[in-house]
């Protein structure tokens, strides 16, 4: 298992055109992969491979998340997704 930390930069956070793109991208790979967001009240996780899940996550610009990675392909899931991340979602 690894995992990374991330902020999201782009403006909108991840509203369903970003979400899209992060769990089509999550999709390539093998590997469980999961998104953390920490808050005052509540922890959230959600499947990076559900669009609905991340969007259920209520990610916004400027929140910190954690991409965990779980399976035989995790360490190139790590670095793609957060490189994703630090590319601002395609926006």
Known sequence: ??????VIKNPTGLHLRP?????????QFKSKITV???????????NAKSVL???GACIKSGDEIEIVCEGEDE???LEM????VLDG???
């Open 36 to 46: 953390h967001k920490k808050t005052r009240h509540e922890d959230v996780t959600a």
């Open 1 to 6: 298992m690894v995992s990374g930390k991330v």
């Open 81 to 84: 997704m957060t490189g994703l």
């Open 53 to 55: 899940s991340v969007l």
């Open 75 to 77: 360490e190139k899931a």
């Open 19 to 27: 979400a899209g793109l992060f769990c089509k991208t999550a999709m």
């Open 89 to 91: 979602l395609g926006e």
